[in-house]
Every structure is written in structure tokens, then in C-alpha cells.
């Protein structure tokens, strides 16, 4: 079985302020993890993805994720928030080998005050 | 960039209706997944297709869902005689190939609520 952790179901930051959205991540096996950001009234779009190699991965809108394969995690990372990257983050993660059907953590509302 | 299209975007029907959710996925993807989000709770999977056959499905998916492609273009999922509990998001996703590596292309979704 596999499953994703997503600990906080909101993040609050200043724009300007690095933002970290958590996720922990649970897999027989190694893992493909991917993030997606969801704005309202649309569908989800992919942000990131590790597959493997390089632990820290760079994706859109200046977003990055480091992979912690000994801590099971794959935070969401970036260095100057702003007001227009407020939405919902969802981590997903598959096993590699596996089904191939991502399983996805319920999501953390990210809010970058002005 | 190509889009997957779902439509409607907002369907309300009563219980023990039978609702049909239409997706059109980016034209040369070739695998196409359901989820559904129920308010403030995760994303979850519903079903898989690929080569006009269901792949895969999770417990969800009993008998009062089904999927099909009728026409090469159109990708749907039919919910039999709905409940209360099928009030959700819907989403449509697909993508070129599979493997795990390629990321779902995601639609905006459809928001059925069963009254």
C-alpha cells in the first residue's frame, strides 16, 4: 500500500517569506512523488516531480522540492511567496514497479497574505 | 496547450438518479483515470482505462459506476442510482503513456451534488 501525509491543512505566510508546504510519504519500495497545485473552480496541475536522481527538484513558477528518502518526505519549497501562488497543494506519490495510480494527500491550503 | 474538458461543470440530481460525467482527454493520451474530491478531503481514485478496458479500480468503483469511451473522443463515467454520499468533485485526467513517470493532466472537473 502506499499513502501520503500532508500534516498541515493550512499554511500562512507573508508575501516575500520562503513558504514550506510538508509532505511525508509512505511506499514499498522506491517512490515517484509528484506535486500539484489546485486554484479555485480548476482542475489540478502538476508542479514537480522526483523521479530520481538530483534529491532537489525544480518545477514552475520558481517552486522547488527536496526528496529525504531516509525522513520520507518531499517538502514543497520557495524562497519569496507571493500573493498569487495562495491555493491548494496536493503531494501524490506512486510506487515505482507498482500500479502506477497515484495516491494523493488531502491537500494544504496555502495563504500568502499581502 | 491541449486541455482535458469536462463537462458539465456543475450537475445537482436526486438520489436514485442516474448521472452521466463527460471527459474529453488531450487527444493523443492514451490512459484516462477518474477522481473524485469530496469536500475538504482528499483526492481519490476511482478508476483507470486504457485500450478501451478498465485497468484498474479501487473499492470505490462498485457496481452503480461505470466507465466507457463511445466514440475515440469522449470518455465517461455513469453513476447508476445516485446517493447522497456520490456528492463530490469529479475529476478527468489522462496521459500519453504509462509507467508512473508522466504526471495526470487534469480536467477542471464536474461538482455533482445529489439532493
Known amino acids: 500500500a502506499q499513502s501520503v501525509a500532508q500534516p498541515e491543512d493550512q499554511v500562512n505566510v507573508a508575501e516575500g517569506n520562503p513558504l514550506t508546504v510538508k509532505c511525508t510519504y509512505s511506499v514499498s519500495g522506491n517512490p515517484y512523488l509528484f506535486w500539484y497545485v489546485q486554484y479555485p473552480n480548476r482542475g489540478l496541475q502538476f508542479l514537480l516531480k522526483?523521479?530520481?536522481?538530483?534529491?532537489l527538484v525544480k518545477g514552475s513558477y520558481g517552486f522547488e522540492a527536496e526528496f529525504n528518502k531516509s525522513q520520507t518526505s518531499f517538502h514543497l519549497k520557495k524562497p519569496s511567496a507571493l500573493v498569487s501562488d495562495s491555493a491548494l497543494y496536493f503531494c501524490?506519490?506512486?510506487?515505482?514497479?507498482?500500479?502506477?495510480?497515484?495516491?494523493f494527500g488531502r491537500g494544504t491550503s496555502l495563504i500568502v497574505h499581502p | 496547450e491541449p486541455e482535458v474538458t469536462q463537462t458539465p461543470s456543475h450537475q445537482v440530481t436526486q438520489m436514485g438518479q442516474e448521472v452521466i460525467l463527460r471527459c474529453v482527454p488531450i487527444s493523443n493520451h492514451l490512459y484516462f483515470y477518474w477522481y473524485r474530491q469530496i469536500l475538504g478531503q482528499k483526492v481519490e481514485f476511482l478508476v483507470s482505462?486504457?485500450?478501451?478496458?478498465?485497468?484498474?479500480k479501487s473499492e470505490i468503483f462498485d457496481d452503480q459506476f461505470s466507465v466507457e469511451r463511445p466514440d475515440g473522443s469522449n470518455f465517461t463515467l455513469k453513476i447508476r442510482s445516485t446517493k447522497l454520499e456520490d456528492s463530490a468533485m469529479y475529476f478527468c485526467?489522462?496521459?500519453?503513456?504509462?509507467?508512473?513517470?508522466?504526471?495526470?493532466?487534469f480536467g477542471n472537473g464536474t461538482r455533482l451534488t445529489v439532493t
Open positions: 485526467a489522462s496521459i500519453l503513456r504509462g509507467g508512473g513517470e508522466s504526471p495526470l493532466h
Open positions: 501524490a506519490v506512486i510506487r515505482s514497479g507498482g500500479s502506477y495510480i497515484p495516491t
Open positions: 522526483y523521479i530520481t536522481g538530483d534529491n
Open positions: 482505462f486504457y485500450n478501451n478496458e478498465i485497468s484498474e
